[in-house]
């Protein structure tokens, strides 16, 4: 119990560290939030669920502690408003400090290899990295693009729940709902390739979506980069 809880200890520091080390480098030294208050500030979270459920079997405390990150974050913003001298102020790294508290959190009830809370955490790191990518995605991104993203989460997230697995046509035995879901695999790989093109290039992109999609489906890469 004492080594898990010590791994714990240092992931969260470990996870920390990773988010910190990229804002402190968008910041330049500018930022209220640095490498080090990320690191103590996912400690804090892994040690507020240890404390409140092994000692003093309560909530609260984990309560009182997101209450205290926030006012935390709530004052980096008024200190960083002030500083700003009319520059625009963005809210993604007191948005970031929130979230790595909660990681932090997560990292108590993760098991080892900790896949959700480290996975979590890189995907954080990534978002925040992507910044310039992101907003010239946002900026070049056209109506029929929204257009064909909205049909696509129809196709995945309400037609595709509610299909039947079993239905009969004509004496024969068919199963709509893996039908449909070769379609949207299909259309999966097309639409995360278009994606990554738009973020990272036409080489990169390409690249990444034969590598990852050809893990799955060949066939189905074939076909999607075939359209």
């Not at 408003?81 to 959190?105: N, Q, R, S, Y």
């Not at 909205?150 to 509610?162: R, V």
């Not at 097309?190 to 999609?213: E, H, P």
């Amino acid at each position: 119990m004492v080594e898990e809880i010590f791994l714990k200890i240092i992931l969260s520091l470990a996870l920390g560290a990773l988010i910190g080390i990229e804002r402190e480098r968008r910041g330049k030294g500018e930022l209220v939030e640095g490498l080090r208050t990320f690191m103590l500030i996912s400690l804090l979270g892994m040690l507020t669920v240890y404390f409140s459920i092994e000692l003093l079997n309560s909530i609260l405390p984990v309560f009182i502690a997101f209450i205290f990150v926030g006012v935390l974050t709530t004052v980096g913003d008024y200190v960083k408003t002030k500083g700003g001298k009319g520059k625009p102020i963005g809210m993604t790294t007191e948005l970031a400090f929130l979230v790595t508290f909660l990681i932090g959190l997560f990292v108590y009830f993760d098991n080892y290899p900790y896949f959700i809370s480290v996975s979590l955490a890189i995907l954080l790191t990534l978002i925040l990295v992507s910044r310039e990518s992101m907003h010239r995605f946002a900026k070049h991104i056209k109506e029929k693009e929204i257009w064909d993203a909205i049909i696509f989460a129809i196709l995945t997230f309400i037609i595709l729940p509610i299909l039947p697995t079993k239905l009969v046509v004509l004496g024969v035995d068919l199963n709509p709902f893996v039908i449909w879901l070769s379609i949207v695999f299909v259309l999966s790989i097309s639409f995360a390739g278009y994606i990554l093109m738009k973020v990272l290039g036409t080489r990169v992109g390409l690249g990444l979506t034969g590598l990852f999609g050809g893990l799955a489906s060949s066939t189905a890469v074939a076909v999607s980069m075939a359209e």
